[in-house]
Nanobody, 125 residues
Framework: VQLVESGGGLVPAGGSLRLSCEVS????????ITWFRQTPGKEREGVSC????????YYAEFVKGRFTISTDDAKNTVYLQMDRLEPEDTAAYYC???????????????????WGQGTQVTVSS
């Protein structure tokens, strides 16, 4: 199993980025994929989750209305469209996969079996 993130970079506040998480070795219908982010000295926090099998999406309050998660099943890829970016969104972003999703704790990093290596997002003020 491999998850590979891409699409990070430097963007001014108010700008947009689209992150990609290319997944191999598992199918999106059987796994939930979540985007997490982490800044130095802080806990890794859940940003957004998609479960194709349940046809469900979840968002952290701090990104609702700004970020959109989606999939391209043909490419086995999960996207995170990030709009109206803020300096507080600066972080390393990771995607992770779990075969068992607990909806009430989708944001818990402890429930995920597979992780990507991360991509850096920097939002300048």
């Amino acid at each position: 199993v491999q998850l590979v993130e891409s699409g990070g970079g430097l963007v001014p506040a108010g700008g947009s980025l689209r992150l990609s998480c290319e997944v191999s070795g598992l199918t999106l219908n059987n796994y939930a994929i979540t985007w997490f982010r982490q800044t130095p000295g802080k806990e890794r926090e859940g940003v957004s989750c998609i479960s194709r099998g349940d046809d469900a999406t979840y968002y952290a309050e701090f990104v609702k209305g700004r970020f959109t998660i989606s999939t391209d099943d043909a490419k086995n890829t999960v996207y995170l469209q990030m709009d109206r970016l803020e300096p507080e969104d600066t972080a390393a972003y990771y995607c992770a996969a779990t075969s068992v999703l607990y909806p009430n704790s989708w944001f818990s990093r402890y429930d995920y079996q597979y992780w990507g290596q991360g991509t850096q997002v920097t939002v300048s003020s």
